[in-house]
């Protein structure tokens, strides 16, 4: 089954005793919690399955009917699946459609999962385990084959009457793996060769693993998980550690099953070092020790040169932004803090909660990456979806990365590879709270370090709640910014007066960034493109391009495409093309993929403003609610990272997420309505009429000035987000 990313999975029916619901599984390459599989042109719902990392199809009865008849297809030949994924929330990952395979099989190995009961158990396809039962199942044709093959090789089998397969599919379990030879494992997985089977396996599944000293450990707030396969009646050995076996799938008394998986409930934490021993009849089968670090300290990871130059580019020296700091501006350095006039009294906004910060998973994540310094991406990805409960791991990244809590590094192509991590730095905010100057914490505290700021005497410390899974948002209420910087001095904290409007003022613009695209890059990429997309400007979604190649349309000046990355699996690549002013064209590859939404954006704006008449659409506008002082942009439109920095710096946390539908024209514009307030929140332009509904960011505390500054970088007129509750008391619509 080269080349097939879609595999079986059997859930026991709840309708139908002995019965089966035939569903399918792709893995969970994008953060969003759902996606759509279209098999045949029918469409089917599709939802994700934390614990194994993939989706799932629905359990409806269309969904199920449509799964059996494609396994049914399978035995023929491959099917070819197109995958839809819908991304509204955050901005990030946008629409992306997918065409996999389901692989030819007329003959397929199952197994029980051993993640966790609690997530449900399925039979999913995989290899054969080492000891055990697993199942087969069989079409009609190949059944003749593998019953006699079976009976004639003498390997002990249970034919099961079973529903809910094919008509004329049949299921067999075989009940002692351990009894096959490496030919019998061959055969049945049709493998072009034999292998060695080892005695046992043992496995350190999941976790957070840290390199100190050369020496691989594990954070003690996220231990692996211990995954055996080993004969039975053999034993796991772990001294120093209580585990917990995770209960085995009972509702088919078949037999031992082949794989098993153990929890760390807790730990002796007067040791650091444990070792694990699969041992039978006094023999040790295998082997593996388990190293847990220090949770204590402050100690941090040995961190690599990397910076964000002026226009969000890479840089691998510190001469640029790293977190809330500035290195090297670019233009003149403003003087000192915040200005009287930017000061917003925020008391009222302001939600005390009890619990700390330290307790969140993303302090945790912060505190693995502080204590490594970098991370791949990969493996920081893992971690969060292990300890960020229902958030999206790629939302969350973006959340810290916007509040300078790390620093994300893509490849020359975009592909986020790295994370840096940042000296814990405190910065002021243009807010009081009840006249006192307000403070936010950015880089990469330890665990110990918030901890230390919430207890520290010379602050009034407030925990302001974030959205499930994300960082609760810290803010210190001080006398003065002069007895902050002592204590920052006393911890070995950075302070910066006012991050927000430095990095604002030292950014680089649309323009410049369009007139980088226009002197680079090449005049065509002539290689036929795999699920090519173009972002359509009227709505800043993906939609498939009509043909495999990037070409600019006529009347626009830009275009955004997203397409796969022949080089690497399951991976996609912007590129921005862009007409110069001799007719030509040029396509380059974007790292931050905002900077190419936005100039696609603003391209298509000039075009309607000069070949159809609309002045509304160019300069774009940028809504802003002066008195609230909250800038308001939809998730689709998110701003390019450095920009997004400068605003999320202005209140101590990333930006608000609201689901906003247009209520109804008024006038020049349209009121949004706020599905979770219940309130018409503000009115927009008509030339957001295709971003309603969805969702919207609300970046909160912006001074007037730095909105008019960001406005002016996009290329944007900022403009009035009404507040509706000036002029008709807060309307409230109801269903």
Known sequence: ?????????????????????????????????????????????????????????????????????????????????????????????????????????????????????????????????????????????????????????????????????????????????????????QHLADAPEANDVPLARLRLVGGSRLLRGGTRLFAAYDLPDIEVESPSGSLLEATGLQVREVPQHLLLDVGRLGVRRFVVE????????????????????????????????????????????????????????????????????????WHDDEMLEAAASIVVAGAGVAESGAAQFLDTLASRGSMSFGAARDQLSRLSCDATPISLLMDLRARGCLEIEPDGKGHFVR????????????????????????????????????????????????????????????????????????????????????????????????????????????AELGHLHRLKADSARFVPAGEPHMSIGPESGAQLFRFDDPQAAALQLYVLGVRRADGTSRYSHVRDSRWGVWISQLAFAEMLKEKHGRNDAFPWPLHYDPQARDVWVPARLRPPALLERALALCAGKGPAIHYLSAVH???????????????????????????????????????DE????????????????????????LETVTA
């Open 419 to 526: 994370l840096h991590s940042l000296v814990p730095s405190l910065y002021a905010l243009p807010a009081t709270q009840e006249g006192l100057p307000l403070f936010g914490v950015a880089g990469t505290p330890r665990l110990a370090q918030w901890g230390l700021l919430q207890r520290n005497g010379d602050f009034l410390p407030t925990v302001e709640g974030a959205v499930e899974g994300h960082l609760p948002a810290l803010r210190l209420a001080a006398i003065d910014s002069h007895s902050v910087e002592d204590a920052c001095a006393a911890m070995g904290f950075k302070f910066e007066p006012s991050p927000a409007r430095d990095i604002a003022h030292w950014a680089g613009s649309l323009k410049q960034v369009r007139e980088a695209a226009e002197s680079g890059g090449a005049e065509s990429i002539a």
């Open 706 to 729: 730095t909105a008019r500054h960001i406005a002016a970088l996009l290329g944007c007129t900022l403009e009035p987000f009404a507040r509706v509750g000036a002029s008709r008391g």
């Open 266 to 337: 807790s730990f002796d934490a007067c040791r650091s070092c444990f070792d694990i021993k699969v041992v039978s009849n006094g023999t040790e089968l295998a082997n593996i020790r388990l190293r847990v670090a220090d949770p204590e300290g402050e100690g941090r990871g040995i961190t690599r040169d990397f910076s964000l130059g002026f226009l969000g580019f890479p840089r691998s020296d510190l001469g640029g932004l790293r977190g809330a700091t500035v290195a090297l501006p670019r233009k003149d350095q403003t003087d000192g803090g």
């Open 1 to 185: 089954m080269a080349g097939a990313a879609v595999t079986l999975v059997l859930s026991p029916s709840e309708e139908v005793p002995n019965g089966w619901d035939v569903r399918w599984s792709f893995p969970a390459i994008v953060d969003v919690p759902n996606c759509t599989f279209n098999i045949a042109s029918q469409r089917q719902p599709a939802y994700i399955h934390r614990a194994s990392a993939s989706f799932l199809t629905d359990l409806s009865e269309p969904g199920i009917r449509q799964s059996t008849a494609a396994l049914s297809a399978s035995s023929l030949a491959q099917v070819q699946v197109e995958i839809g994924f819908e991304d509204d929330s955050i901005g990030i990952c946008g629409d992306q459609y997918r065409r996999e395979l389901i692989g030819h099989a007329s003959r397929r190995i199952l197994a029980w999962n051993s993640i966790d009961p609690s997530c449900g158990q399925q039979l999913i396809e995989r290899e054969i385990p080492l000891y055990g039962v697993f199942y087969l199942v069989c079409s009609p044709a190949d059944w003749i084959t593998t019953d006699s093959w079976l009976r004639r090789e003498r390997i002990s089998f249970e034919p099961m009457s079973v529903s809910g397969l094919p008509e004329g599919w049949r299921m067999a379990c075989v009940h002692r793996a351990e009894k096959l030879t490496a030919e019998h494992r």
């Open 665 to 703: 024209r008024a006038g020049s514009g349209l009121d949004l309505f706020d599905r979770h307030s219940g309130q018409i929140v503000g009115c927009a332009s008509l030339v957001y009429g295709e971003f309603v509904p969805g969702h919207w960011l609300r970046y909160s505390w912006v001074p």
